[in-house]
């Protein structure tokens, strides 16, 4: 999920080689956001298909076009064929999330699911600290470089041949073979959405606000946000314990609370050493809020629907992802980056309360 991470530090010099393209300030950005734009669309699509074809084969294949589409950069001479790699890199990550979650539900049932979520949700935050860290050091060397990180699916190729099994299909009804949207589901599609819409400010805002408003430098503002993904990887590794004593929405609402103070934090900051305290308490919030939402969705599907949903889950999830920098880009104008981490932190206290109130009427009128 954090994959793209790994190019960022890249960005800027490979703008200035290909400086004598135009608008390359525009398609140097499309490099990062075509995969997510990509995923967003076709995981849906996607869905559908690997039910068709089989999870491992799936992933082996989609493994090996991770790879070479991915290390595409380090070789490739024009924008075109970079945008074009990169589209294909986004339908092997969107393959492999869908694959990855849906034999989560395979293997594992109720609380053993639960626990398993939060140690893969951990990975996934640990992936971005890999990332970033990897991409900016090989960024110093080269700017190709960082792309060769993506080779990295050719080691993980054989661990797929050897270990990843095919649980065996059920009896399909003529329902199940229709492509069709699940809308019992839609709810936590919705949140997944906003989750990442508020979550993915983190790796987009805070390094503005931290080299640009505070002075620090790329170093600093990379650790930060290293520490805010391992703050992430406990969060998720946390929700097991909260989902033994409280329900999926309830656990959303928290997560969105520690979500909302690590906000406010950054809101209130005035020494740039603070950003060590409250992102990784933004961090750990969104790790709660990222295992539940796709616990949530694997408890509420049949093993025919799994991979299906999975795709929708994975398709909001990357739409917000896509969207985040877009539609809060007009607020961090008008407010300057650190009031707008104070009126996002406002916005969901607001959020959360209302929530609340809106969840003990209903339940006084049950």
């Keep these: ?86 589209a294909v890199f986004g339908i092997a990550v969107s393959t492999l999330m869908i694959v990855s979650t849906s034999l989560v539900g395979d293997y594992f049932k109720d609380e053993q699911r639960h626990k398993f979520m939060g140690y893969q949700s951990a990975f996934i935050a640990i992936g971005g600290v890999f990332f970033v860290f990897g991409g900016g050091f090989l960024s110093d060397i080269n700017w190709r470089l960082p792309f060769g990180i993506y080779l ?57 606000l931290i080299i640009d408003h505070f002075g620090g430098n790329g170093k600093m503002a990379g650790s930060i946000i290293s520490l805010a993904f391992l ?15 409280y329900n999926f929405s309830t656990i959303y609402l928290i997560g969105l609370s520690i979500v909302a103070c690590g906000f406010t934090g950054v809101g209130f900051v005035n020494n740039i050493y603070l950003f060590y305290i409250t992102a990784p308490i933004l961090g750990f919030g969104g790790g709660v809020m990222m295992t539940n939402i796709t616990a949530w969705m694997l408890s509420c599907t049949t093993f025919e629907k799994r991979v299906k949903a999975s795709g929708y889950l994975t398709g909001s999830l990357f739409l917000g992802q896509f969207f985040s920098p877009i539609a809060f880009h007009p607020f961090v104008v008008y407010l300057g980056v650190q009031h707008f981490f104070m009126f996002i932190g406002c916005c969901l206290v607001t959020i959360i309360l209302f929530s609340l109130l809106f969840l003990k009427y209903k339940a006084n009128n049950t």
Excluded: C, W
């Design 231 to 245: 703050s992430n990887a406990l969060g998720a590794i946390t929700f097991s314990k909260l989902k033994k004593k």
């Design 1 to 86: 999920m954090m994959s793209n991470v790994a190019i960022i530090t890249a960005l800027p010099r490979l703008q200035n080689y290909f400086s004598n393209v135009e608008n390359i300030e525009f398609y140097s950005r499309l490099i990062l956001t075509l995969p997510s734009l990509v995923i967003a669309f076709l995981a849906p699509f996607i869905g559908h298909l690997i039910f068709k074809f089989g999870k491992k084969r799936s992933a082996i294949i989609a493994l090996l076009i991770f790879a070479i589409a991915g290390s595409a950069g380090l070789y490739l001479e024009t924008i075109k064929e970079f945008l074009i790699s990169r």
């Design 152 to 208: 990295i699916g050719l080691i993980l190729l054989p661990m797929a041949l050897f270990f990843l099994y095919e649980v065996p299909k059920k009896i399909e009804t003529q329902t199940d073979i229709q492509i069709t949207f699940p809308k019992k589901l839609l709810g936590i599609y919705i949140l997944g959405f906003f989750y990442m819409l508020i979550f993915f400010i983190l790796p987009t805002q805070m390094p503005f």
